[in-house]
């Protein structure tokens, strides 16, 4: 196999599989993965550069548009870590409202998670079923906030707005069909025999190896490495709302599937939790304009693993530095270590494996194949599309 | 598991030889400062005693008020284990911006790394690859975007 | 598509079931070139049972070759520009260009970052704009029917289209 | 030999022009069924007609580095080999209009003849996808081009002759040959979906991972021609299906409901299944579909 042409296979930036931008190249032998190298970059819009010259209040709004699925998420690290520095607490009810959104836009996540991830293994109608059953979640939130994906309910120091009776009981009415359908769904994804021959036992990672290459969130717990920040650092309401951690053991796709799904069953009892004893007080309180300086980390659990913050000001009404680390950073190296050895057929499930989401970050991974030695002539996707255009003219 | 203050301790005793200042900005934070040269040793040190993962490289380009003094680039390497975050800092010049690659001991660094050197200009001597990682292929060399000096091809026209 | 007096009736027959069919099978391909992914959900909600798209005979195709409505999200970004230009190059002719959400349309709240081009008309001749972040999934419906009315009437709306357009340099691009 | 004239026969009715529509017609329900069952709404009755229109419309594109003759020549000769499979199937529950001894298994060959132009297709162009797209559908021919003849000689030696239309007599005779070979029918059944490339066989053309395999390159002509190519053998194969053990056609009315009742059950089969891959694929067949037509005849024999 020495001396031959390696036959690279580009997926990517444009591919049915991929929602959103990403080039992978995955030299193959035949079927079988040997080398897999990813190149990124597509979405990297400059956000850390802009925020620079923005005010605290506008930079919220821009944090919130790195990631349309975890929007909530970025706001509510942003929020905490200004009000750390500003020496502010936010008030019980805002902190409740804000764990509320958070698990209500969790399972809007993993929902579309799951549904995107069947229509990879080829499994299209648990994608439309999921969907539709996702429109629920998509209603209450639109109810409550007025929109469907950015419903931007954060302030620094409080939430925009109130959850009232009627609200609630929509809220609960939703989530019980919804627990009644995940249920129906984990059954269906532990026993389809075809969806199991795509999932069971594929891109094993063991724990240590987990652990090593630094896994966060969903994927990482699929492994037995229990790690969720909502309960190492509880921050915002989950102190007053403890989380059970849910783990699986073996590692592969299917532990992936599963993690996420029980993990919903842990955000509906939450849900209710929340509705339940909703502390009355307040929505916001006052904060200064200007930011004593200062810097503070705030790390926050978003649906695909742990979001790091790192926020300094220099006591104007602009920020001196915002740095954004996203989970699905670290799950990188994860899913190009484990793609060696695989089948090319298996490369989309493995890449939506981990529920990457290359909005929240734009990062590469190299990862160098075993045999170093070969002599390779990489035609990489702008070779091919160079190629293609003098064709065509 | 040991709590918050047991780990800030055996962080603090792991690191004692390079420690040139140390602060706790935070109860469950450490901040250690290190020089440029013994940072890998501090890495390596956390990284085999297993103390957590290291989540983050942030960098922030310091540029000096009066003119002759010349300006640096702080590096910051976070590393967290539960509760818990330490935070590595090496100050780096902007004549001579060199840092050792912790890619060896953290494979999945190179690629906080690539970030550094495209959006800062920092070097890391030894790291598995450097091209391009966020920018286009056809960014300018030398134009280090998070730099303060950079103000962007145009003015931006929005506001 | 614009069929004047001067066809003969034989000629226009073949036209109008041309458009006829060009309307009624509007096949799309999806890009995001630098979106938060919000207007991406938005768009891939329109094909599921709550919205179906399919029933108007929209399909989403995985190859340039068998597109005809080229939907774009986010504001392109430099990196992802190249790519956009070389897909819609490789789509056959009568193509047609949909920028979706307030990022496509003018750069968005991303209006003036050093890496993102506003807008995708700054790259391509756009047919259809869309607005909103994200668009509801109405909104698209809307925005793709109104694009097939245009089509469909004969002295519609039409922005120039170059045969093939070259890969702009930064620079150029940046000042306009 | 029925009484139609033969060049009627040829170009309108069982052959071309009613071929062309009952395909179109068929891949609309297929498309409807998936549809619903999916609980979507599904397409509109013409979609297929204005899809194939709107597809001969476009402009032709031929990449450099494909020869441009071959890509031309494939889908118009995948096309025509599955036209003319369709003379010695008894189309519209009359007699086949060509029919002599033998005739089953220069059927099943023309009907092939598609997805190895398919194959070439692929073969011919230089686009990454296509390659691997052109593997896999040669991969699947070899893997159910076996059992799914094998299932079909099952009722031949029934009957004791090769041609078609001596079976579908017998077949509409006596006792339907889903009760007697019930086997057979099942390895035919998903011989056939595995032939279409229908989910769970989908391999080739597996949308998420290589596009759309050998027809990534196609756009306009070649890729109408290719698809009208595919719905024809959809309706060639239900009617041998349904000819052979669903007793026989015997009337327009029979041959509707049977290969209805058929492709409702194709629907369901491929809304239930995620998409095997290509070695997944080839192993159930060699593995399950080659045995069990291997029983299948073992038991004719000794009866």
Not at chain 4, 87 to 101: E, I, K
Not at chain 4, 112 to 134: E, H, M
Request: net charge negative; proline share 6%; with cysteine.
């Amino acid at each position: 196999m020495d001396k031959q042409e390696k036959f690279i296979v580009p997926i990517g930036p444009q591919h049915p599989a991929l929602k959103e931008p990403g080039h992978f190249e995955f030299t193959v032998d035949g079927e079988v993965v040997t080398s897999a190298t990813a190149r990124l970059g597509y979405v990297h819009r400059g956000i850390e550069k802009a925020v620079e010259n923005r005010n605290w209040t506008q930079a919220m709004y821009m944090l919130e548009r790195i990631c349309g699925i975890c929007s909530h998420v970025h706001a509510t690290a942003y929020c905490l870590g200004v009000e750390k520095l500003a020496g502010v607490e936010a008030p019980p009810r805002a902190q409740a409202i804000r764990v509320l959104i958070a698990e209500l836009e969790r399972i809007h996540s993993h929902m579309l998670w799951w549904g995107v991830a069947a229509h990879e293994g080829g499994f299209d109608i648990l994608f439309m079923y999921t969907w539709r059953d996702r429109e629920t979640v998509m209603e209450l939130l639109e109810m409550i906030s007025g929109n469907r994906v950015h419903y931007s309910a954060n302030l620094i120091g409080g939430v925009k707005f109130d959850i009232d009776q009627k609200q609630a009981d929509a809220i609960r009415k939703g989530i019980d069909y919804l627990e009644e359908r995940t249920r129906h769904y984990l059954e269906i994804i532990t026993t389809d025999e075809t969806f199991l021959g795509r999932t069971r036992n594929i891109g094993v990672m063991t724990s240590d190896q987990a652990k090593s290459l630094g896994a966060v969130g969903p994927t990482a717990r699929a492994s037995d490495v229990h790690r969720d920040v909502r309960i190492d650092h509880p921050y915002a309401g989950y102190d007053r709302f403890p989380v059970q951690i849910v783990t699986e053991k073996e590692g592969d796709l299917e532990a992936r599937f599963i993690v996420r799904l029980k993990e919903l069953f842990e955000s509906y009892r939450l849900i209710r939790e929340v509705l339940d004893n909703l502390p009355d007080s307040e929505l916001t309180v006052k904060v200064p304009r200007k930011i004593p300086a200062g810097q503070v980390i705030s790390r926050v659990e978003a649906p695909r693993g742990e979001l790091f913050y790192y926020i300094e000001s220099n006591g104007s009404d602009q920020p001196e530095r915002i740095k954004v680390r996203t989970p699905t950073l670290p799950n990188w190296g994860t899913v190009l270590s484990t793609a060696v050895g695989l089948k090319l057929a298996d490369m989309p499930m493995l890449l939506v494996g981990i529920d990457p989401c290359f909005s929240c970050n734009d990062r590469l991974v190299y990862v160098k194949d075993q045999n170093q030695s070969l002599t390779e002539k990489t035609w990489s996707w702008d070779d091919l599309r160079n190629h293609g255009i003098e064709r065509y003219k | 598991m040991l709590d918050n203050y047991q780990s800030l301790e055996y962080a603090r005793e792991l690191l004692k030889p390079w420690v040139l200042s140390e602060s706790t900005p935070a109860p469950e934070r450490l901040d250690v400062e290190l020089s440029a040269e013994n940072l890998v040793a501090a890495v390596t040190a956390l990284h085999q005693a297993g103390w957590g993962y290291l989540s983050a490289i942030t960098g922030i380009d310091r540029p000096s008020s009066d003119p002759e003094q010349e300006g640096r680039i702080e590096v910051m390497y976070h590393f967290c284990w539960g509760g818990v975050v330490t935070t590595l800092r090496v100050f780096v010049p902007y004549s001579n911006p060199v840092i050792g690659t912790v890619c060896i001991e953290i494979p999945s660094a190179s690629l906080y790394e690539r970030e550094m050197i495209e959006l800062y200009g920092v070097q890391f001597p030894g790291t598995p690859s450097t091209d391009h990682l966020l920018l286009p292929d056809d960014w300018p060399a030398d134009v280090f975007p998070m730099r303060k000096s950079f103000t962007g091809f145009d003015s931006p026209d929005a506001d | 598509m614009q069929t004047d007096l001067n066809y003969q009736p034989l000629e226009q027959v073949v036209e109008r079931i041309k458009t006829w069919a060009r309307v009624n099978s509007p096949w799309a391909i999806h890009y995001n070139s630098g979106s938060c992914n919000g207007c991406d959900i938005e768009l891939l909600t329109t094909i599921t049972p709550h919205y179906d798209l399919e029933r108007f005979g929209v399909k989403l195709q995985g190859s340039p070759r068998h597109a005809d409505i080229l939907l774009v999200t986010g504001a392109v970004s430099l990196q992802s520009r190249d790519r956009l230009v070389r897909i819609y190059n490789q789509m056959p002719e009568p193509k047609f260009v949909v920028a979706i959400g307030a990022c496509a349309t003018s750069g968005g709240v991303f209006r003036g970052c050093y890496s993102v081009l506003n807008g995708v008309d700054k790259l391509l001749p756009v047919d259809a704009y869309i607005p909103g972040c994200p668009p509801r999934p109405e909104a698209i419906i809307y925005g793709v029917v109104q694009l097939l009315k245009n089509i469909q009437n004969p002295n519609g709306h039409h922005p120039e289209k170059p045969l093939v357009i070259t890969d702009v340099p930064p620079q150029e691009e940046s000042s306009c | 030999m029925n009484n139609i004239l033969p060049i009627v026969a040829l170009i309108i009715f069982p052959g071309g022009l009613f071929l062309l529509t009952s395909g179109l017609a068929y891949e609309w329900v297929d498309r409807k069924l998936i549809a619903r069952f999916q609980n979507r709404f599904g397409p509109r009755w013409f979609q297929p007609l204005a899809d194939t229109v709107k597809l001969l419309a476009k402009e032709e594109i031929i990449p450099q580095g494909v020869n441009a003759f071959l890509f031309i020549l494939l889908p118009v000769m995948g096309l025509a080999a599955a036209l003319t499979a369709a003379l010695y199937v008894p189309m519209a529950g009359l007699a086949p209009s060509f029919s002599f001894r033998g005739d089953l298994v220069v059927t099943l060959y023309l009907l092939s003849v598609l997805t190895l132009c398919l194959g070439l297709a692929g073969a011919n162009s230089a686009d990454r996808f296509s390659l691997i797209g052109a593997t896999r559908t040669l991969t699947q021919v070899f893997s159910y081009e076996a059992p799914f003849m094998l299932a079909m000689l099952g009722p031949a030696i029934v009957t004791g002759s090769w041609q078609i239309n001596e079976v579908n007599a017998y077949a509409q005779s006596n006792l339907w040959l889903i009760i007697a070979q019930p086997i057979g029918f099942l390895v035919a059944l998903v011989g056939l979906m595995g032939k279409l490339e229908l989910p769970p066989f989908d391999a080739p053309e597996a949308e998420t991972e290589i596009v759309s395999g050998a027809l990534t390159e196609y756009s306009g002509r070649g890729y109408a021609l290719f698809r009208l190519g595919k719905n024809v053998e959809l309706v060639i194969g239900l009617t041998l299906v349904a000819a052979f053990y669903l007793g026989g056609l015997a009337s327009p009315l029979d041959f509707l409901w049977k290969t209805l009742a058929l492709l409702l059950v194709l629907a369901l089969l491929q809304t239930l299944f995620a998409r095997l891959r290509i070695d997944q694929t080839v192993g159930l067949w060699w593995r399950i579909g080659a045995l069990l037509a291997l029983v299948q005849l073992l038991v004719l024999i000794v009866l």
